[in-house]
């Protein structure tokens, strides 16, 4: 079950760009983050449509879904994937509430692991990310986007996860698409769409 949490719960969090990427100078990172640091503190709601692409190596066809990110400072967060299946996983209260195609569940997330998943997709919002130190960031630019390459530190997370990257488009300062790389290899791809910050969200959003 860890596994299958880890997984969605860092699917807000990054993104492959190998095509002409340049590594940020350090004046360039440091005015990079201090940008996203001033344009994302106010932000106390955020919601997006997503897209996202799975490539497992053992099948042929990459799995492709649908849903919604919702999110609420300081620290509420809900997945909804509504096709082709419909699964919901929302952080709340220290909880982790799974909703699987009508089945149920919740998991303690006091536990160190689960506290820092829940902080890592908040602070992908906010920019408090590029602090944690939990991971390793390096910064890089193409002609559209400024991305943040995060390295778990942890042994833990490193069973699960091998990197994670922020896409951020230029002049811009929330993610656009996030990708990750996990241990076995396998990729996710996530594009967000119609992201709307600070627009009211209800309370439902956040229920099973």
């Known amino acids: 079950m860890f596994k299958n949490i880890a997984f969605f719960a860092y699917l807000l969090i990054s993104s492959f ?13 440091k005015a990079f983050v201090t940008k996203i ?10 919601q997006s449509d997503f897209v996202q692409t799975k490539k497992l190596d053992f099948l042929d066809k990459n799995i492709v879904t649908y849903g919604k990110m919702s999110l609420k400072t300081p620290n509420t967060l809900s997945w909804k994937y509504t096709k082709p299946y419909q699964y919901s996983i929302i952080f709340k209260d220290n909880k982790i509430l ?16 689960f506290e820092k998943i829940n902080k890592l997709i908040v602070g992908s919002s906010n920019g408090k990310m ?9 910064y890089f630019k193409n002609g559209n986007f400024n991305i943040a390459k995060f390295i778990p530190k942890s042994a833990q997370l490193l069973k699960y996860i091998k990197q994670i990257e922020l896409q951020f488009p230029k002049n811009e300062s929330t993610v656009s ?3 990750m790389t996990e241990a076995s290899g396998d990729t996710t791809n996530i594009v967000f ?13 956040f229920s099973l």
Do not use: H, R, W
């Open 17 to 29: 760009v190998f095509s002409q990427n340049t590594a940020m100078s350090s004046a360039e990172a």
């Open 37 to 46: 640091y001033a344009e994302t503190k106010e932000i106390k709601t955020l």
């Open 98 to 113: 799974i909703n699987d195609q009508g089945k149920k569940s919740s998991v303690d997330a006091k536990s160190k692991t």
């Open 130 to 138: 590029f602090n944690d130190p939990e991971f390793s960031v390096t």
């Open 177 to 179: 698409q996030v990708n």
């Open 193 to 205: 769409k119609n992201t709307k910050i600070n627009a009211p969200i209800s309370e439902s959003e």
